[in-house]
């Protein structure tokens, strides 16, 4: 194994660990403006990555899948709320989740900033940095929206009335299902291209003209 691809593991690792932690934080910030003070309890209310680690998800499985060539995989301690408190019901859990994937899409416009000033001043390796970690929350915001537990798209099936016995079924082969629709459709790769353009787009918008 080439120290590059190592390298890069480690690089797709620090990036995981940075962009758990506002992820998770959204989360537990909307539940607890609606009413939930669950996470404020369980200390989830705060930008510490340390809070949001979740060791498999956030370290372990996005470096195998790095070091493997497996494209992206992973994810953060997942924010506990009880819906019984949320204002608004299942649509109180809807915006909770959405809240996540939300901060995915606002973190990758000051990636995009960052990118294109230090390509500006030539600092490429730093640029190239801030460019991957702008497809990396875009990549993170797309992946969370399928509707598929554990993921914050499955709040859908909530909203939409889906039956619990049906959720409950999807929920316990959700994990499989996921690791089967990355390695065996084209899923990833839709979703890797799109970030990948949606990442340039961003950047060009701060190149200077």
Same mark, same amino acid.
Request: proline residues 7%.
């Given at each position: 194994?080439?120290?590059?691809?190592?390298?890069?593991?480690?690089?797709?690792?620090?990036?995981?660990?940075?962009?758990?932690?506002?992820?998770?934080?959204?989360?537990?910030?909307?539940?607890?403006? *609606?009413?939930?003070?669950?996470?404020?309890?369980?200390?989830?209310?705060?930008?510490?990555?340390?809070?949001?680690?979740?060791?498999?998800?956030?370290?372990?499985?996005?470096?195998?899948?790095?070091?493997?060539?497996?494209?992206?995989?992973?994810?953060?301690?997942?924010?506990?709320?009880?819906?019984?408190?949320?204002?608004?019901?299942?649509?109180?859990?809807?915006?909770?989740? *959405?809240?996540?994937?939300?901060?995915?899409?606002?973190?990758?416009?000051?990636?995009?900033?960052?990118?294109?000033?230090?390509?500006?001043?030539?600092?490429?390796?730093?640029?190239?940095?801030?460019?991957?970690?702008?497809?990396?929350?875009?990549?993170?915001?797309?992946?969370?929206?399928?509707?598929?537990?554990?993921?914050?798209?499955?709040?859908?099936?909530?909203?939409?009335?889906?039956?619990?016995?049906?959720?409950?079924?999807?929920?316990?082969?959700?994990?499989?299902?996921?690791?089967?629709?990355?390695?065996?459709?084209?899923?990833?790769?839709?979703?890797?291209?799109?970030?990948?353009?949606?990442?340039?787009?961003?950047?060009? *918008?701060?190149?200077?003209?």
């Amino acid at each position: 194994m080439d120290t590059n691809t190592l390298i890069n593991a480690a690089i797709t690792v620090l990036l995981f660990v940075i962009l758990v932690a506002p992820h998770e934080f959204a989360h537990a910030w909307v539940a607890k403006q *609606l009413g939930d003070d669950t996470p404020v309890l369980q200390g989830r209310v705060t930008l510490n990555p340390l809070a949001h680690i979740d060791w498999v998800g956030t370290v372990i499985l996005p470096a195998v899948a790095s070091l493997l060539g497996g494209g992206i995989f992973g994810w953060g301690r997942p924010v506990l709320t009880n819906p019984a408190k949320l204002r608004g019901g299942s649509q109180g859990l809807l915006r909770v989740a *959405l809240a996540g994937p939300a901060m995915n899409v606002i973190l990758a416009f000051p990636f995009a900033a960052l990118s294109a000033y230090f390509l500006a001043v030539e600092q490429k390796e730093i640029a190239q940095f801030c460019l991957r970690g702008t497809y990396l929350t875009v990549f993170l915001a797309i992946f969370n929206m399928m509707p598929v537990p554990p993921l914050d798209g499955s709040k859908f099936l909530i909203a939409f009335n889906v039956p619990p016995a049906i959720f409950n079924e999807i929920a316990r082969m959700g994990l499989l299902i996921l690791i089967l629709a990355m390695a065996f459709t084209p899923l990833g790769t839709w979703m890797s291209n799109i970030s990948v353009t949606t990442a340039l787009a961003l950047v060009g *918008l701060f190149v200077p003209r």
